[in-house]
């Protein structure tokens, strides 16, 4: 076959036309790289043969048998054909039953002998094996002998097709594929070259083989993404901006109301470093719930404005937006410094008056949301980009944000407890500062796990907390009714709780269907003390400070994943108060069991982290991929984290020794913009 291009179009392979290109598009296959890099997501080891006498019911086997019976198809109705046959071997005979496939009377000869991969079933009353897959003693190879890839699909495409357009492929352009590893990576690792890593995984001799060419395909991914972030960082470094000269916080600490800990004191010397550095931070804050975030936000935009410029908070909503205002307003008032709240709703007018402060410099801390984004919001002097709550903004956003100042410095906030190692992965080139303590005041939250039986025990301590002048925040899995009878709606269960179970108190629904404006109302009524008690979706999951709410009762809590009911067990304990979560679940599984008790025992957001990470897998835990994760292609967050550690230490060499003229170091950026850039789904 002629050798073509890395790049060229899949539709330069036999067979593959628009309509077959349009299917593979749909996995992410444009070219031939994309097709050969597209790996399997599992394999079948048919290289194992037994007898027929060997068989075990329902594990799927190879063996060899002589067809002893003519093929007899049988037209049972439209639409349904069954053909069966006999084979045997010197240890026994079989049935075999095919559905639709009436060739075979022709395909399957009496006499021959033929190499079957299928699964026995049955009991004691008759064994038999329903559409083996078959070749002749000549073909074998194909489907049977061999460890079969096996890919994932898409309508209209069976694995088939995929193992012949790879093969293909391979053949055009495996000769093309540049060696990403330098020489002595791949001595220092032990590592396969990459041509025969790509051959192997798709057809491996052996799983011990199949293992080493994936050991050098993860290690290659590694190596190319910590290269993207040395990269990035490198670029980042030749960024220049005036230093800050005036880091001295004593005026801000002399006036808070309490003393900060010394995580909080750790993460705002870093910021005053990367300050006083002149190059542009680029750092995530991460802190478990209520672990005093905003208050190191608060010492960075201080200590912005000490050097005349201009800070900006950028909050997911309006009402975070305004609970930022009113807890860090007072503070920068006694500071002297100017602070300003933009958001949608504001008046025309009132909008004009905020944008005027902004432009002129007047305002030194914008606090808003997405409202800060439009085109007439002019900075004077954006020091310092703050975004709160990053899950919940696209890269495109806070990117959209920075680029209103001048290479200013970037503070991005999260309340959701990640690996660090995952937050490298996460967040790609930010530095990363961590708040594992709780400031003083802030009490553990008692956590229980109770099934229905205790649900008459549970409506009477809810209705205890609000008597003591208290709240309760109740967070149900669905909006509206489910097909499953025992998942709670949050519709549903609202009107039940105010109609017949609390009709004495205030109850109010919040879920992410509403308008905008409709939850704001909800949740500030729910704040001010207008409701006693408020049945949610997790779009309480991020919320506001609600110090007066004691108790967290969650329904149907096995339908959540670990790191979000912490999220949830976050909402309460923001006071003075005892707070406690109640998590409701009829799950009989000991796995499920058994993780949420592992829930009930720690408040540690980053031992849950942790656990949620191992059991649920990276791509769960972070949602969305707005994060700009790549999508890994052989690699697997959760199996391979030492690989991501020897690739980055790798990386990091390699790239200091490689000089600027390097043709290696040409291909190393090309692969690295297509990592960066891919949006296909891993299919690990």
């Known amino acids: 076959m002629r050798h073509m291009d890395l790049f060229s179009s899949i539709q330069e392979l036999r067979g593959i036309g628009p309509a077959r290109a349009a299917q593979l598009e749909k996995l992410g296959i444009r070219s031939l790289y994309d097709l050969i890099s ?88 008759g064994f038999e ?73 798709h057809n491996p001799p052996s799983m011990e083989e199949l293992g080493k060419a994936r050991r050098r395909l993860v290690f290659e991914e590694f190596f190319v993404f910590s290269a993207g972030l040395e990269l990035l960082r490198g670029r980042r470094a030749q960024l220049h901006t005036k230093p800050y000269t005036d880091t001295d916080l004593a005026k801000f600490y002399s006036a808070l109301p309490y003393h900060p800990t010394h995580a909080q004191f750790s993460a705002i010397g870093e910021i005053l470093s990367d300050f006083s550095s002149g190059i542009p931070m680029n750092r995530l804050l991460q802190g478990d719930v209520g672990s005093g975030k905003t208050l190191v936000a608060a010492a960075a935009a201080f200590c912005a404005a000490q050097n005349g410029r201009q800070s900006v908070i950028m909050a997911p909503t309006e009402i975070l937006a305004e609970q930022h205002a009113l807890s860090l307003g007072p503070l920068f008032e006694s500071l002297s410094v100017h602070v300003v709240l933009l958001t949608g709703s504001l008046t025309a007018a009132a909008k004009r008056k905020v944008k005027a402060a902004i432009s002129s410099g007047e305002a030194q801390l914008v606090i808003g949301t997405h409202a800060l984004l ?82 008459e025990r549970c409506n009477t301590f809810v209705r205890k907390q609000c008597q003591a002048g208290h709240q309760v925040y109740i967070v149900c899995p669905a909006v509206e009714e489910s097909d499953l009878e025992s998942l709670k709606s949050a519709e549903v269960w609202a009107e039940t709780l105010q109609k017949t179970v609390f009709p004495d108190l205030r109850v109010g629904l919040l879920h992410g269907k509403m308008k905008s404006s409709e939850k704001d109302a909800v949740m500030a009524s729910f704040s001010e003390g207008g409701l006693d008690v408020l049945v949610a979706t997790t779009v309480v999951e991020v919320g506001v400070d609600v110090p007066n709410a004691t108790l967290m009762v969650i329904e149907n809590a096995d339908r959540f994943g670990l790191s979000q009911l ?45 656990q949620d990470l191992a059991q649920r897998g990276p791509g769960d835990f972070l949602g969305s991929r707005q994060h700009g994760l790549p999508a890994f292609r052989a690699a697997n967050l959760q199996m391979d984290l030492e690989t991501l550690k020897e690739a980055q230490t790798a990386a990091a060499n390699a790239l200091s020794e490689i000089s600027p003229d390097d043709p290696g170091l040409a291909a190393l950026r090309k692969r690295v913009q297509e990592l960066f850039s891919r949006q296909v789904p891993a299919l690990n």
């Open 38 to 125: 597209y790996f399997p997501r599992a394999y079948e080891d048919r290289t194992k043969k037994c007898t027929i006498a060997e068989l075990q019911a329902d594990t799927p086997a190879c063996f060899d048998a002589m067809v002893v019976s003519h093929p007899h198809t049988a037209h049972i109705r439209k639409g349904l054909d069954i053909t069966k046959t006999i084979v045997a071997d010197e240890t026994g005979k079989l049935h075999l039953t095919f559905f639709n496939q009436p060739y075979l009377d022709r395909s399957l000869v009496y006499g021959e002998t033929y190499s079957f991969y299928g699964t026995l079933r049955g009991d004691y009353s």
């Open 129 to 201: 094996m329903q559409n083996p897959v078959f070749e002749s003693e000549a073909a074998s190879g194909a489907a049977t002998n061999r460890i079969l890839p096996i890919y994932g699909l898409t309508a209209g495409l069976s694995n088939a097709v995929i193992l012949r357009a790879v093969r293909q492929a391979l053949d055009a352009c495996l000769m093309e594929l540049p060696e990403i590893l330098p020489e002595n990576v791949r001595e220092q690792y032990k590592l396969c070259g990459a041509a025969y890593a790509y051959e192997t995984v």
């Open 374 to 455: 439009t085109e007439d919001v002019v900075f004077s002097n954006l020091g310092l980009v703050i975004a709160d709550e990053q899950h919940r903004f696209g890269v495109s956003q806070r990117t959209a944000l920075y680029e209103k100042g001048n290479a200013p410095h970037l503070l991005v906030m999260s309340a959701t407890p990640i690996p660090r190692t995952l937050a490298l992965i996460a967040y790609g080139d930010l530095d990363v500062s961590v708040l594992n303590e709780l400031p003083p005041g802030r009490q553990p939250i008692d956590t229980f796990l109770i099934g229905e039986d205790k649900r």
């Open 566 to 610: 912490h999220q949830l067990r976050g909402r309460v304990g923001r006071g003075r108060d005892k707070s406690y979560c109640i998590l409701f679940s009829s799950a009989q599984n000991p796995d499920t069991l058994a993780r949420l008790r592992g829930f009930c025992a720690t408040n540690d957001g980053f031992r849950i982290a942790e």
